[in-house]
C-alpha cells in the first residue's frame, strides 16, 4: 500500500468539505452548536404571544472547528507517511 498518504488527503478532503457543506445547508450559526429553537407563536383566542421549544438541531462555529481539526489531522498523518524520498 504505496499510497497511504493519498487515501489521508482525499479523506481530510472530503470531511472538510462536508463539514463546511453540513454546516452551510444546516443553518450556519455563528455560535455555538443548538439543539433546541425557540420560535413565539400567538394563541388565537387571547392573541397574545408565547414562547415554543422545537427539537432542532443546528450546527455552529464548534462543529466546524472541530471537522477541520479532524481534517487536520488526517492531513498530518498522511505527511508522515508519505515514502521517503532517496537522492540518487
Sequence with gaps: MKHRHHILY???GLI?????????????????????????EIDPVTTL?????EKRFTPGVDFVAF???IT?????IGYFLRP???LE
Design 67 to 69: 471537522g477541520l481539526i
Design 49 to 53: 404571544e408565547f414562547p415554543v421549544i
Design 16 to 40: 472538510a468539505v462536508l463539514t463546511v457543506a453540513f454546516w452551510f445547508f444546516g443553518g450556519m450559526h455563528l455560535g455555538w452548536t443548538r439543539t433546541n429553537e425557540t420560535r413565539m
Design 10 to 12: 482525499s479523506l481530510s
Design 72 to 76: 487536520g489531522f488526517f492531513s498530518v
Design 84 to 86: 521517503k524520498q532517496t
